[in-house]
């Protein structure tokens, strides 16, 4: 799994919305405006969402987070021999502030953890966010206090303007790695009882034009049809968002209105028809009764030096799969094979390059070898396509220390790929830097020549062939 927790509204969108934070002035910026068709429909069209006034372009720039939302004291863990106190919620120029008092009556010194990679099951106003974090260490019999920090980007991102609620989960562990996972404990606020959780706020503010042009980036696409529904999972809106950077990031927005936890992964993410990533993506939390916004940043999931290498312009067709498992790690639902056509137009990427293997049906090709895309990085990449057309699934595993590069053994990283039938599939072998001067290589200019090993196995684990690949690079 490369990524774990969704974080785009912290790293993707936090700077380009800053001028929706609590700021008299913002930045400005152009974009380009989607054009009006079945996928790409304006939010008074759709006709379940309200158009919210305080998005108008007029006041985007002007837009201020309301701060006159407070808590009563609320007891939000009592058990454990823990008791953890909301005691305050009060703001500041960037973020609101929840004062905790945190109790540990155990014998056991104990950590207390919210929003970590391993364990974020924190919301607000109803939408799951990655935003809340705390790390406090609390020794037997002591108290301590401490604050959760949510900024306001965060919120706005949503369209949240106000707390009205708040749920925030704690891992508690001990010095031996013995782990409590307390689940969402629910905090209301002044504002609860008038606060209108109808409203689609963050469709609103995602696709609104004031949005995007008061905060540099554009949407490509934009549906509110409901492309799935299935035992109290909906998945219920997709944006492609186009940001100052030129990312291209796919958001999903994920309702899950059954009574239980609900874990969201996606997997086997192709762009415009080429396997990019043929394992788990992403996994992300859904307490229940909330929504989820699920990000694919599809510059993440390949490297943007690679799309031309790979003959992709722009992002004109995304498919991945959804799947849904609960605490124990159950299937809950059906998955979800969605295929997303952004641009409306025709889907390609380039099947050139070097014919390395064509044999049970299997097809290998060398799109060349390239350098790392970080300056520091002294790593190289061997990049392939594997192409099955067998009529089974098949899967390429590494046959060990295979792999020599001008008839000198390399160290390299090779994962077992999986290709369903008609299917074709990135590859990426990773060859390491470290020791490619040992053997005088310091770019991919130095090598003339390639031999590796795979072994082909079909979907019982059957061997088909062991692949001795040998090629030569121009």
């Not at 945190?102 to 929003?115: G, K, T, Y």
């Not at 209301?188 to 689609?200: E, F, G, P």
């Not at 067709?317 to 641009?343: C, G, H, Q, R, W």
Request: some cysteine.
């Amino acid at each position: 799994m490369k990524k774990i927790l969704s974080l785009f509204l912290t790293l993707l969108l936090t700077a380009s919305l800053a001028a929706c934070g609590n700021q008299t002035e913002g930045t400005s910026g152009t974009s380009v405006e989607p054009s009006a068709s079945e996928t790409q429909p304006a939010a008074s069209d759709t006709g379940n969402e309200t158009e919210p006034a305080d998005m108008s372009e007029d006041t985007m720039n002007s837009y201020t987070f309301n701060q006159n939302a407070t808590i009563e004291e609320t007891i939000l863990v009592d058990e454990y021999d823990v008791k953890i106190t909301a005691t305050e919620l009060t703001y500041d120029d960037y973020s609101a502030e929840l004062a905790l008092v945190i109790e540990n009556n155990s014998d056991r010194n104990l950590s207390f953890i919210a929003n970590s990679i391993g364990y974020s099951c924190n919301s607000v106003n109803g939408y799951m966010l990655p935003d809340g974090y705390l790390n406090c260490d609390v020794a037997a019999g002591k108290k301590a206090t401490d604050t959760i920090s949510i900024a306001y980007d965060s919120l706005m991102a949503y369209g949240i303007s106000e707390i009205a609620d708040l749920e925030i989960g704690f891992d508690i562990s001990d010095d031996d790695y013995n782990h409590t996972y307390t689940g969402p404990c629910a905090i209301l606020t002044s504002a609860a009882d008038s606060y209108d959780y109808s409203r689609t706020y963050y469709r609103n503010t995602i696709a609104s034009e004031a949005s995007q042009t008061g905060n540099d980036y554009s949407v490509s696409y934009f549906s509110t049809d409901a492309v799935y529904e299935e035992n109290g999972l909906a998945i219920v809106s997709q944006t492609m968002i186009n940001n100052k950077g030129g990312e291209s990031i796919l958001l999903l927005e994920i309702e899950n209105t059954t009574g239980e936890t609900v874990n969201v992964s996606t997997a086997d993410i192709d762009l415009n028809g080429l396997r990019i990533y043929d394992s788990t993506w992403s996994s992300d939390t859904i307490n229940p009764g909330k929504t989820a916004i699920v990000n694919i940043d599809l510059s993440s999931v390949l490297e943007p030096e690679y799309w031309t290498i790979y003959g992709i312009t722009d992002a004109d067709n995304v498919a991945l799969k959804i799947f849904f498992t609960n605490e124990d790690d159950e299937e809950v639902s059906e998955p979800a094979y969605l295929s997303i056509d952004i641009s409306g137009t025709e889907a390609t990427f380039s099947m050139e390059g070097t014919e390395i293997y064509n044999d049970n049906g299997l097809r290998l090709i060398s799109k060349g070898i390239y350098a790392d895309s970080s300056r520091y990085s002294d790593n190289l990449h061997l990049l392939l396509i594997a192409e099955n057309t067998s009529g089974q699934t098949l899967a390429l595993h590494n046959v060990y220390d295979s792999l020599s590069l001008n008839d000198y053994m390399a160290s390299y990283s090779y994962y077992t790929t999986t290709i369903e039938n008609d299917v074709c599939v990135m590859i990426d072998i990773l060859l390491w830097g470290d020791d490619l001067e040992d053997i005088g290589i310091s770019g991919p200019s130095d090598i003339q020549s390639v031999e590796l090993s795979l072994t082909i196995r079909d979907e019982d684990y059957t061997e088909i062939d062991e692949a001795n690949i040998a090629f030569t690079i121009e």
